[in-house]
């Protein structure tokens, strides 16, 4: 019986520490993290040599840092949708952010998404703030949660836009949006994204009768990049360095990936009005400010009685340009826009204080998490489990990670990302290739180089054979031409202090 005994808790380290973290459940539970348009720009990935993020860098000493994750898409309705149904872009065509939600597909609507599928297997779902593309209404599917606790996000909108004196150059808001930011004076208490968090926390301070999966979606860094003043003082003008750019890297780049970085030609503009600078402030200061956020969240875990039978996951949506390639935003299938933060703390699984350089995807995360937690794998999802990795994350890993994205009028594009190759296939022909150590910043077009004709071939075999259509059709091109979109941007105001839309 002893042995019997001791090769269960091997087996299944969660069951022998449940009881020790205070859980009265034998299954861990999960603590699911989301940060909104986050690209590497942290401490511990090196991205931006000044980002503050103490919080975030904390817990990749506790876990496992994936440094070469990517998302399924680099937007974020279709990256969302992916991850918590475990299905591609490609599988279910959904492709953009306006009108396309999956439960509106036949085929997919009734589809157990990862939080349905814990609660299938005992657990209670909680959420708070953007794990989905909205925080509230049924873009949030709230068919999949016993409660949402909180449905506001970001911080709060100052009563006038700031454009920087830039407004009179772009045709319509949502571009705008692009050089939208300013530090405000308000409290941390009072934003949306501190109350997400304080949500969570609370949460984590009570007493449960069952095992949990809990989703905390903070909103910044995603635009606009308002944030208290306190984050923008962490991050003096002055200071300020611009990440590394080339004036001519787009003559290298296939025509439809010139069209996907001109962002209606934001960073142009940015730069005619020497903005730049200050955008980079911008940024890396709402990143500080959601790293203050995931700390409340951390904090509370740390000190309660669940700290050691939790699964911590914390991951981005996406990445972001900052003027990379002359792109502002993101949307396109280069690292900047597609490499995020991936972090993995499983007590009993996952070696504190390690990092995995193999290539993973977000669309991985939940065969992931119902391996790590010991529930029956699923044999219908896109991705594949990483659970060995987290184990060992030196392990031999020969899958790249795939990235789908579709604009208007341009059809279903697809990056391949492995350890030292990235290519791009656009969905007219156009191709890029980069041997990503030898050119870190993707600046060499190697698509047509000879020498490198089987790396492609290789990489090319990845590449989805079927993308799904649209859903729903042509929804993308008729919300942008919608004439309110086309309003001037000086003649907008906020009333202010509901949160970023």
């Known amino acids: 019986m002893r042995l019997l005994t001791l090769c269960v808790a091997l087996c299944f380290p969660f069951m022998a520490t449940a009881q020790q973290g205070g859980n009265p459940a034998s299954k861990p539970n999960v603590l699911f993290l989301s940060l909104d348009d986050l690209n590497d720009w942290v401490g511990v990935l090196g991205g931006h040599p000044q980002a503050k993020t103490s919080n975030i860098d904390r817990l990749a000493r506790e876990g496992v840092l994936f440094e070469q994750a990517f998302c399924a898409a680099p937007l974020c309705n279709p990256s969302r949708t992916a991850i918590m149904t475990g299905l591609r872009s490609s599988t279910t065509g959904i492709y953009g ?8 597909i036949p085929e997919f609507t009734d589809w157990v998404t990862m939080s349905q599928y814990f609660q299938q297997h005992g657990y209670m779902a909680w959420t708070g703030g953007k794990i989905y593309h909205q925080a509230k209404g049924k873009y949030s599917d709230p068919i999949a949660w016993d409660k949402q606790y909180s449905l506001e996000t970001g911080t709060p909108f100052p009563k ?3 454009t920087h004196g830039m407004h009179d150059e772009f045709s319509n808001t949502i571009v705008a949006r692009l050089t939208d930011w300013a530090a405000l004076d308000v409290p941390d208490e009072e934003t949306a994204d501190w109350k997400t968090a304080k949500g969570a926390a609370d949460f984590l301070q009570q007493d449960h009768d069952k095992p949990f999966f809990l989703g905390c979606g903070i909103y910044r860094p995603h635009l606009s990049w308002y944030a208290p003043k306190k984050y923008f003082d962490m991050h003096p003008l002055e200071d300020v360095q611009l990440p590394p750019y080339l004036e001519n890297d787009l003559d290298d780049v296939p025509q439809k990936g010139r069209d996907m970085a001109s962002s209606g030609g934001t960073f142009d503009i940015i730069q005619k009005h020497g903005e730049w600078r200050k955008a980079v402030q911008g940024y890396l200061a709402a990143t500080s400010f959601a790293d203050a956020c995931l700390g409340v969240v951390l904090d509370a875990l740390e000190t309660s009685q669940y700290r050691d039978n ?4 914390l991951w ?5 340009h900052i003027g990379e390639k002359r792109h502002f935003s993101k949307s396109a299938l280069w690292d900047e826009s597609t490499n995020t933060p991936l972090i ?7 070696t504190p204080n390690t990092r995995s350089k193999r290539t993973v995807s977000l669309i991985d995360l939940y065969p992931t998490l119902i391996e790590l937690a010991g529930l029956p794998a699923r044999d219908d999802l896109d991705g594949r489990s990483i659970a060995p990795l987290v184990r060992n994350p030196q392990q031999e890993w020969p899958y790249p990670a795939i990235i789908t994205h ?20 656009y969905s007219d022909g156009g191709e890029e290739l980069y041997d990503v150590k030898a050119d870190p910043n993707s600046w060499t ?5 000879a020498k490198f004709a089987e790396v492609k071939a290789e990489l090319k075999k ?6 799904a259509p649209s859903f729903p059709g042509n929804v993308e091109r008729t919300w942008m031409k919608k004439k309110e979109l086309r309003i001037p941007v000086k003649k907008i105001t906020h009333s202010g202090g509901k949160g970023s839309p």
Do not use: M, Q
């Open 316 to 320: 981005g949506d996406h990445g972001y």
């Open 445 to 449: 077009n190697l698509a047509h180089d």
């Open 310 to 313: 939790t699964i911590v996951v």
């Open 406 to 425: 579709s604009v208007p009028w341009h059809g279903e594009s697809h990056a391949v990302r492995s350890e030292d190759y990235h290519y791009i296939t």
């Open 344 to 350: 993995i703390k499983a007590p009993g699984v996952s």
């Open 97 to 104: 952010n306006a009108g396309s939600w999956f439960r509106d």
């Open 462 to 467: 990845w590449v989805p054979k079927v993308n």
């Open 160 to 162: 006038e836009r700031y």
